[in-house]
């Protein structure tokens, strides 16, 4: 099907996806350590929020493989959301993933106390 002008993914999500709520709580988080780790040369890298919010999807997801993750920002109109139409490769999301291994476990704890206090998760659903 053509279009006279491209889809945005946000259109064909419902308002209170999660999705919507992962892109939310990520973009709050301070991610200036992880930016400041990046040198200035060679090509611009992903952001960090864009892997983050990634990964943090995929987890609560039940998706964890990098090659499952790249994937799904092609396949799955949620994940694209969540990537905003980018595909990082699965290298590019495992070395994120171990590089910053200990700051996302921190991240996390954020995110999911930040759930807990909207609502959004109890304390049941993990596990």
Do not use: C
């Amino acid at each position: 099907m053509n279009y006279l002008f491209p889809p945005s993914m946000s259109d064909w999500l419902p308002e209170h996806h999660l999705s919507r709520f992962v892109v939310e709580i990520v973009e709050q988080l301070d991610l200036k350590p992880m930016e400041r780790a990046y040198g200035t040369s060679g090509s611009d890298p992903f952001h960090p929020a864009l892997l983050l919010s990634i990964l943090v999807y995929g987890y609560a997801t039940g998706v964890f493989s990098s090659r499952k993750l790249e994937n799904a920002t092609y396949d799955s109109v949620a994940f694209r959301f969540v990537a905003a139409d980018e595909h990082p490769d699965h290298n590019t999301l495992n070395t994120f993933r171990k590089r910053f291994l200990k700051e996302i476990a921190g991240l996390m704890v954020q995110v999911l106390l930040i759930a807990r206090t909207l609502g959004v998760l109890n304390l049941g659903d993990i596990g």
